[in-house]
């Protein structure tokens, strides 16, 4: 499956960005997707992930209230809405597809990956 992240840019700490992810060469709604960030000289990290029937939902604990993940099987893309944005969001985004479903997934337990998209957070 090919995924192609896009919504990323530069906003102010306070703002919003919704982040889409389109998913094409596969069958969409038979995968888990979860969203992953990297910042500057930072390991990859874990932000959300979403079942396959939007049914179960995980969040990092540092976007937890702020941040949420949707999909939309007939339109092959999950979402990030990204709300009251700080400085330390800061970095490149990354979506991503999964055959199982973890709660706290890392980088290797998916099996996909698309390019990321920047997203700046100014204080």
């Known amino acids: 499956v090919q995924l192609q992240a896009s919504g990323g840019g530069l906003v102010q700490a306070g703002g919003a960005l919704r982040l889409s992810c389109a998913a094409s060469?596969?069958?969409?709604?038979?995968?888990?997707m979860g969203w992953f960030r990297q910042a500057p000289g930072k390991e990859r990290e874990f932000v959300a992930t979403?079942?396959?029937?939007?049914?179960?939902?995980y969040y990092a604990d540092s976007v937890k209230g702020r941040f949420t993940i949707s999909r939309d099987n007939a339109k092959n893309t999950v979402y990030l809405q990204m709300n009251t944005l700080k400085p330390e969001d800061t970095a490149v985004y990354y979506c991503?597809?999964?055959?199982?479903?973890?709660?706290?997934?890392?980088?290797?337990?998916?099996?996909?990956w698309g390019k990321g998209t920047q997203v700046t957070v100014s204080s």
């Open positions: 979403i079942s396959w029937s939007s049914a179960v939902k």
């Open positions: 060469g596969g069958t969409f709604s038979s995968y888990v």
């Open positions: 991503a597809a999964a055959v199982k479903m973890y709660s706290d997934p890392n980088s290797n337990d998916m099996d996909y």
